[in-house]
């Protein structure tokens, strides 16, 4: 990992590193085809509940947790998966815990919005919007108090620059120079809301007005994703302080996978447009094969393999075993 | 213990609490407003910062909610913190980083993480600082599965409360009574530790149980004083933690004398005087004379007037009295 992203500072986006592109693209895929089930799932009353699908920002998760060690530390959010799956959880014991499995990550006591997967630095999903950035930020200031090189990355979605408690840590970490970058995943709608219409000032003023380094990019594009926060995550490594990103994107899906008739808050034109022009796995698709990278033949089998081990995962999760009673009061306490 | 007894404050047994706990394990910090050169308002840290630095004992912006997350994300990577909340008042900023994030960690993860966080804060009335800095709140957090809740009455309970608490996997709400950091008491000057959950016996009697929390064991041991001067021989037990709760020692306590009190600062309505009066009624039914009472702070906000305020909580006298009626000597 060290290595690779070594070279990639190096590398121009013409000259990618296919092996790496392609492992991108898998990835991307996999998180594409994960939802496509997960949402299988709750239309065929197989899950329990309801899930908040990541499908249209792929590039987003894909592209900063490239740019991070297994070690680093991430938090998640309610649409989670996506980030779960690019840090490294493999989809068999997302599927079982998104099933209520005691196979599951959380032995099926966390469920879709709360899946923690330490071995990978996944401090966890949370339900809380922005709920996370305190946990993030103080994971920040943990490896900087251990004097370890870890970096932290809090992603959140454009409603959570709602809560107060985001600014409070922006401005605790750029006191301390805490090795943090908040992601602020904007798809544009709070839940059900755009988010013209509840956000007032520019989104990277607020990081600035803390003497936060904030940028505003195109999230759909996984090599300028990839690439940016590889840049950010450098800096906080030399201890050079937190950063902010702001990744443009879009949720295919509705709000959760029952937020079906939604064009009293956005039109069908407007999912089909970014669907059609900027989704993130035809635009690396694009550049691979149009760059002459690669041949559609590599990407076609790259799917096919992915759907096959999603296909396989989600039986896991369907076949494996509920948790047994007996666990309903354990791991209350430590 | 053969040796003259050492006395000192309870303040100075948090400090020394702390300290040692400190000097034992690096990954022990201090995270707060006002907590390094200013020792608190109260001056219960002063000195710590001098041994520590800057760096383990921690000032902090005036933002609960993002130093007490901060604290979670710390605690959940390796580290051991100790959050300062000044007031118990200001729990009601911090409460979503609590219940929901630090209380549920370790069974959302399905035991795979853990949160070893103090929460260290206040309570209590009686010290003429209006509705919003004097509130006892240990009901809210003893409602919440996953916290651990000390309310403790002593400077030595005090030290070693918290010595457990700082070692403890778990997160630990821990709160000290701001009317008691100057009283004096004894406490060995060797190393020890209290464990959760064990409630203890602050006066033998026979004819009453007074289960008295924090601010209210004196108050307690002082009925209890004029009880004597009746006739009458009360008991004055200390639960030091509402969770773990130490259940039998209350019904075995109201089984010996079939009667029992319950007096807690906190607000009486839905209070931990309620959870404790029931687990009474259940478990020695059959040996008690008289209804379990309760004694709380008056359902109102803590108002500014010592005129007013004064009414508001339990005192000797109040509970004297009920003691009285309870044992049908008035």
């Known amino acids: ?68 060690r297994r070690e680093d530390y991430i938090t998640s959010t309610h649409r989670g998966h996506g980030h779960c799956l690019a840090k490294g959880a493999s989809v068999d014991l997302m599927f079982a815990e998104l099933l209520g499995k005691e196979a599951g990550y959380c032995r099926g006591k966390g469920g879709s919005m709360h899946i923690a997967d330490p071995a990978s630095g996944n401090l966890g999903a949370n339900a809380i919007v922005g709920g996370s950035a305190g946990i993030a930020t103080g994971a920040a200031l943990s490896a900087k108090k251990r004097g370890s090189d870890q970096v932290a990355v809090c992603f959140f979605g454009e409603g959570a620059l709602g809560q107060g408690l985001l600014y409070e840590v922006m401005n605790m970490a750029s006191l301390w120079k805490l090795p943090i970058i908040y992601v602020c995943e904007n798809n544009l709608y709070n839940e059900y809301t755009h988010y013209s219409e509840a956000l007032a000032g520019k989104v990277t003023a607020r990081a600035e007005a803390f003497g936060i380094h904030a940028e505003t990019i195109d999230g759909q594009d996984v090599q300028l994703v990839y690439e940016t926060t590889k840049r950010l995550v450098e800096r906080a490594r030399r201890g050079e302080g937190p950063a902010f ?62 759907r096959s081990e999603v296909e396989k995962g989600m039986q896991f999760g369907i076949d494996a075993p509920y948790p047994d009673q007996s666990e309903v009061n354990q791991h209350v306490y430590a | 213990m053969s040796t003259p007894e050492r006395e000192i404050t309870f303040a100075e047994a948090v400090r020394e609490a702390l300290a040692e706990e400190m000097r034992r394990d690096s990954n022990v910090f201090i995270m707060g407003e006002d907590v390094a050169e200013a020792g ?55 409460m979503d980083q609590i219940v929901n994030q630090a209380a549920k960690i370790h069974y959302m993860s399905g035991g795979k993480m853990k949160a070893p966080i103090v929460f ?84 033998k009697g026979d004819d009453i149980t007074l289960v008295a929390t924090s601010s209210m064991v004196q108050v307690a041991l002082g009925a209890a004083n004029m009880l004597e001067q009746i006739g009458i021989s009360a008991e004055v037990i200390d639960p030091r933690t509402t969770t773990p709760l130490d259940r039998q020692a209350f019904i075995e306590s109201a089984k010996k004398t079939s009667r029992a009190i319950v007096i807690d600062e906190g607000y009486e309505s839905y209070g931990v005087t309620a959870e404790i009066a029931s687990v009474i009624a259940d478990g020695a039914f059959y040996y008690l004379d008289a209804p379990v009472k309760r004694m709380g702070a008056m359902n109102v906000p803590i108002p500014f007037s010592p005129a007013l305020e004064d009414l508001t909580v339990p005192t000797e006298e109040t509970v004297f009295q009920m003691a009285k009626t309870l044992c049908r000597r008035d």
């Not at chain 1, 799932?41 to 499908?55: E, F, N, Q, V």
């Not at chain 1, 999912?271 to 059609?276: A, I, L, V």
């Not at chain 2, 008691?180 to 000057?189: D, L």
Request: net charge neutral.
């Open chain 1, 1 to 68: 990992m060290t290595r690779k992203t070594e070279s990639a500072t190096k590398r121009s986006p013409e000259a990618m590193d296919v092996e790496q592109w392609l492992h991108v693209y898998e990835k991307m895929v996999k998180i594409r085809e994960f939802e496509e089930k997960a949402n299988e799932l709750y239309l065929k009353a197989i899950m329990p509940g309801l899930t908040h699908l990541y499908s249209g920002q792929e590039a987003v998760a894909v592209g900063v947790c490239e740019a991070l």
């Open chain 1, 245 to 306: 990103l702001e990744c443009m994107t879009y949720r295919y899906y509705g709000h959760h996978v029952g937020d079906i008739s939604r064009t009293y808050y956005r039109s069908k034109e407007e999912e089909q447009e970014w669907r059609n022009k900027r989704d993130p796995l035809k635009l690396l698709a694009d550049k691979l094969v149009g760059g002459k990278l690669t041949d559609q033949s590599v990407l076609d089998r790259i799917v096919t393999d992915v």
């Open chain 2, 40 to 94: 608190t308002p109260f001056k219960v840290l002063s000195g710590l910062v001098e041994e520590f630095g800057k760096e383990r004992v921690m000032d902090t912006p005036i933002s609960e909610p993002g130093f007490t997350g901060m604290g979670i994300g710390a605690a959940i990577t390796g580290m051991r913190p100790v959050i300062d909340i000044m007031f118990g008042d200001f729990l009601t900023l911090t």
């Open chain 2, 120 to 203: 260290r804060t206040t309570m209590g009335a009686s010290r003429r600082s209006g509705a919003q800095h004097s509130q006892s709140l240990q009901a809210w957090v003893s409602h919440v599965p996953g916290l651990k809740v000390v309310i403790p009455s002593t400077p030595y309970d005090v030290k070693g409360l918290l010595k457990t608490a700082i070692r403890d996997d778990n997160p630990v709400v821990f709160i000290e009574d701001k009317m008691m950091f100057k009283m004096k008491g004894p406490v060995p000057a060797e190393e020890y530790t209290i464990p959760f959950g064990v409630a203890d016996i602050k006066r």
